[in-house]
């Protein structure tokens, strides 16, 4: 197909509430370049960094928990994940889905016409492995929340599997988020994990992809949602009720303490999952929905030589292995809600109040 001129966008116009999301039908079609290829977007997911750079929960001198607000303290000048400004007008939106139309010179030409899957992770093709030159879609380049969007050849994989495009889209962020997370720990077959949070899109991600693993997985979730977290694969699941019941209760489930925590929600329990830690045990965050500053007992990590890791920009080959558990039906989606681009404002707000399972989508086809 030739692609038009312009196109329907939702575009960021600046740091604030929904209200800074506007979509417009006369943005132009990006021009991929000799690398590149242009895909006509079909749908795409929502995640939390969507919403963290909409409100520049990112910068330093925000210090709330990630509800949607807080961006009247923001300093715009370290409000992305990368520490850096923002350049509006920007289309966000990392998880995308949908099909090759046009190709660069350099780029593969056969990736036209193929129903693909983007990393969102644009890193130097010189050396990938630099992470001060790691680029995300829809933070630094524009994302997926349009009928097109332009991204490197390498980012783009062809996918098999009769998923629709909507649940295709649930996977980009949050799986190859939750994969980093245990590949950092190495989490092996034997090995128990308590994963708060479980029912959000990287919590259930998780919850899946340990117990893909062999591990004993106690998760952590609203009541709510406790049949449809132990569908996922957990051995068991404890109410959500506060940071002392929660980190009590799991260690009383799973028998003893953890041999490691997955953690995406932060907040005052942080310093409580450290006490639940065996010796050498491991924590490991990427996300801090309940908020950044927490306190510790330091002598908690040394006494028990924890380790603790961050898991933000993965290496080469982690988003090929996701690929490949998704077409072999090694894990599924969790779609748990999709809207129009048209209400994607309605969609952020849904996204932030947290009482959907698992991912929620915008659909563009």
């Known amino acids: 197909m030739n692609p038009p001129n312009t196109m329907r966008a939702a575009l960021l116009v600046g740091h604030g509430g929904p209200e800074m999301l506007q979509v417009r039908d006369d943005v132009p079609v990006p021009v991929p370049g000799p690398d590149d290829v242009l895909i006509a977007v079909a749908a795409c997911g929502i995640n939390n960094t969507d919403i963290n750079t909409r409100v520049a929960w990112y910068s330093k001198s925000v210090t709330a928990a990630t509800s949607g607000e807080g961006y009247a303290d923001a300093d715009a000048a370290d409000s992305t994940w990368g520490g850096r400004g923002v350049e509006f007008p920007r289309i966000q939106g990392a998880d995308v889905v949908g099909r090759v139309v046009a190709a660069g010179e350099r780029a593969d030409a056969a990736l036209v016409g193929r129903r693909v899957m983007v990393e969102p992770w644009l890193k130097d093709p010189a050396d990938p492995t630099d992470r001060s030159k790691a680029r995300y879609l829809g933070s630094e380049v524009d994302g997926g929340f349009a009928e097109f969007a332009a991204v490197p050849a390498v980012n783009v994989y062809p996918v098999e599997s009769d ?197 929620l989508v915008i659909t563009l086809s």
């Open 163 to 359: 998923l629709s495009d909507a649940e295709l889209a649930t996977f980009a962020c949050a799986s190859s988020t939750a994969e980093h997370m245990l590949q950092r720990i190495g989490l092996t077959a034997g090995q128990s994990i308590a994963v708060p949070g479980a029912s959000g899109g990287v919590g259930s991600a998780l919850v899946q992809l340990a117990s893909r693993r062999g591990a004993h997985v106690v998760a952590i979730s609203g009541a709510s949602k406790a049949t449809q977290v132990l569908e996922l694969g957990a051995d068991a699941v404890v109410p959500r009720q506060g940071p002392d019941h929660d980190v009590a209760a799991a260690v009383e489930a799973n028998g003893g303490p953890f041999d490691a925590v997955a953690d995406v929600v932060g907040g005052d329990a942080v310093g409580l999952w450290l006490d639940a830690l065996a010796g050498r045990g491991r924590y490991v965050t990427s996300g801090a929905i309940a908020g950044p500053i927490v306190e510790v007992d330091l002598r908690t990590i040394y006494l028990n030589d924890l380790e603790l890791f961050g898991a933000t920009i993965y290496g080469p080959g982690l988003f090929a292995d996701l690929v490949g558990y998704i077409e072999r039906g090694e894990i599924r989606p969790v779609l748990g809600g999709t809207f129009p681009l048209e209400r994607i404002r309605e969609a952020q707000e849904a996204f932030v109040r947290k009482e959907h399972f698992g991912n």
